[in-house]
């Protein structure tokens, strides 16, 4: 995610960290390679305009640049600024009616149908009751796509009676959502491959017709300046209260999400990093600003992983470490845990620093699926007394695995060292040398 962006703005930025005082020349210099690097990403020439100026106005100030750490507290402001730009504060979805019904606008291709689950998903685990329906009477499988990803997260899906039209539908779909005891109807609307008169008629009766609550625009990061513009056109003739940005995890520039609240007046609401049914996120403008810049967002993987965790599986590993009891059972079920929450480079590149740390693209991830492999191979005693593991045992687990005996072998080294470094933790920590109990126990 934005790693063509991050790695240019990085350089820049270190080059002016590491000076002890700042000129004027010296900032002059930074900021120019920041409008480069901006423009490059793909965002608008006057959103970058604009930031570079407001950057250049602050950091010009007195306890700026005759500051003891000039360097640090330009990144300051333009961390600020970059928050400001896409819109400085979490905006969240007000649902107020009886029930609450949101509408879901985009192009075909975005990923509006599979947003429009997701987002069911989530409402859901804040203790919603939603249910799915669409107004895509145009598409054959528009309303079984919806009927299978319903059923796929146990959700409702309210399918209209023939012959309907389509600005019937959400009021439809809302009486039949008052019935069932549900309070969130998430409305999923038809699309073409390009804004047409046809498309903006029909979903400006739904927009005027349906008492909803929201109207979502679901756009592609990956299409840059084309999502800020389908933007405009869909929050002129319609009038939008918010944007999903889909597909955040493969766009390596950044266009889109840096440049849309600003053109456009309307703020991100959700950003979608992955085609699991669970990978939908709340937007924080001032925590995707820290992770362009590399200083990660450790705040929202910890929120992830308080989503996806089983937090009493966790409490029992924390135990047996604790009391050195740890097995390869341990190890499995904590890699099987963490592969809940997406791939590993999607957890790295969260923690500062981390990007420049990161191996080859795939490179860790196979190593993960290796290990994986070997410890699923495994019999249930043998994860529970590693030590009868001998050299036929091996071969068997590399025969059942896929892989080899030097990567079984592998496997077992990294769980011997894992368990030498984890005892000597616990015994300083029993001596007192640690100042915290990182045992948890």
Same mark, same amino acid.
Not at 244 to 260: H, M, P, Y
């Given at each position: ?13 270190? =080059? ?38 407001? /950057? ?64 069911? $998903? ?16 145009? =598409?054959?499988?528009?309303?079984? $796509? ?8 146990? *959700?409702? +899906? ?34 073409? *491959? ?49 944007? +999903? ?22 703020? /991100? ?11 939908? %996120? ?15 967002? +450790? ?19 924390? %135990? ?18 963490? =592969? ?8 790295? %590149? ?30 249930? %005693? ?5 030590? /009868? ?38 015994? =300083? ?13």
């Amino acid at each position: 995610m934005f790693e063509t962006l991050s790695d240019r703005l990085d350089g820049v930025l270190a =080059r002016l960290r590491g000076k002890g005082r700042l000129s004027e020349r010296d900032l002059a210099e930074g900021l120019r390679e920041i409008r480069l690097a901006l423009l490059e990403a793909d965002v608008h020439y006057r959103v970058v305009r604009d930031l570079v100026e407001r /950057i250049r106005e602050q950091a010009l100030q007195s306890e700026i640049l005759d500051s003891l750490t000039p360097g640090q507290n330009v990144v300051r402001v333009v961390h600020r600024e970059l928050a400001s730009l896409m819109g400085g504060e979490r905006a969240a979805l007000e649902l107020k009616g009886h029930p609450s019904a949101v509408l879901l606008f985009g192009l075909q291709g975005a990923g509006k149908t599979t947003t429009a689950a997701k987002l069911a $998903q989530h409402l859901r685990k804040q203790g919603r009751r939603p249910v799915l329906t669409s107004t895509d009477v145009h =598409r054959p499988a528009a309303f079984e $796509q919806l009927r299978v990803l319903g059923e796929g997260i146990g *959700l409702p +899906v309210f399918l209209p009676e023939p012959d309907v039209p389509p600005s019937q539908i959400p009021e439809a779909a809302r009486q039949w959502a008052k019935r069932s005891a549900c309070d969130v109807v998430l409305v999923d609307t038809a699309g073409r *491959l390009q804004v047409d008169d046809a498309m903006m008629d029909e979903l400006g009766k739904i927009a005027a017709t349906a008492a909803s609550d929201e109207a979502l625009l679901v756009v592609d990061a990956m299409s840059g300046q084309d999502a800020v513009n389908v933007a405009s056109v869909f929050h002129e003739q319609i009038g939008l209260t918010g944007i +999903v940005l889909t597909k955040l995890d493969g766009d390596a520039r950044g266009g889109a999400a840096l440049s849309i609240r600003a053109v456009t007046g309307t703020p /991100i609401k959700y950003v979608g990093v992955g085609e699991r049914i669970d990978q939908l %996120e709340p937007f924080h403008p001032d925590r995707m600003a820290a992770r362009i810049l590399g200083m990660g967002d +450790v705040r929202s993987l910890i929120e992830h992983a308080e989503e996806v965790v089983d937090e009493q599986r966790a409490q029992r590993v924390v %135990e047996r470490i604790a009391r050195n009891r740890l097995t390869l059972q341990d190890f499995l079920d904590q890699l099987e845990e963490m =592969r809940k929450m997406g791939p590993l480079s999607g957890i790295l %590149e969260r923690l500062p620093g981390a990007r420049k740390r990161l191996p080859a693209e795939g490179v860790e991830e196979q190593e993960v699926t290796r290990t994986l492999a070997v410890l699923r191979a495994m019999t249930v %005693e043998e994860r529970l007394n590693p030590s /009868i593991i001998g050299g036929s045992r091996k071969k068997r687990i590399a025969r059942g695995s896929g892989t080899r005996v030097r990567d079984v072998n592998r496997v077992l080294s990294q769980f011997d060292g894992m368990k030498r470094a984890l005892r000597q933790l616990g015994d =300083r920590q029993r001596k007192g040398k640690l100042p915290f109990d990182l045992l948890g126990g």
